[in-house]
């Protein structure tokens, strides 16, 4: 499934899911698409598989995948990867299938994570969303 074809996560009961978004002292630097558990994303751009991530520390049983193009980062989480490091993707393949969120987080609409950073700095991926479709 392309990211592009999911639909966005509003606001709930966990916060919103939009970029920007309050999370106490700091604010969600992507943005949360529904997806459901098991579902196949792929690739989001044509780029190297860079890093096979955990975004919780304290937690190792969900993971992320990091495709790297130039300067720019573009990571999904949430997902049980199919790649590996050093991998090359097109926007058609599988590079993981989305895990359920409800046992960090019962009763969360389960969703995946798009986040996209350059040079270090976050940026909206709304706009690259609308490009792609979405």
């Known amino acids: 499934m392309k990211l592009s074809e999911l639909k966005r996560r509003g606001s709930d009961g966990f916060g919103s899911g939009h970029f920007g978004a309050s999370r106490g002292p700091r604010t969600h630097n992507g943005v949360d698409l529904l997806a459901g558990t098991g579902e196949d994303i792929d690739s989001p751009v044509v780029g190297t598989v860079t890093k096979l991530g955990y975004p ?3 937690d190792l049983s969900y993971q992320y ?12 989480f949430y997902v049980e990867p199919s790649v590996k ?3 090359e993707v097109t926007a058609d393949t599988v590079i993981g299938f989305v895990q359920h969120l409800g046992s960090r ?3 969360i609409p389960n969703h995946v994570h798009f986040e996209i950073k350059k040079d ?9 969303l609308i490009a792609m479709g979405g």
């Open 56 to 58: 919780y520390g304290d």
């Open 65 to 76: 995948v990091q495709i790297s193009v130039e300067d720019y980062d573009f990571r999904v």
């Open 85 to 87: 490091v050093g991998d």
């Open 105 to 107: 987080y019962h009763g």
């Open 120 to 128: 270090g700095d976050y940026l909206d991926p709304t706009p690259t």
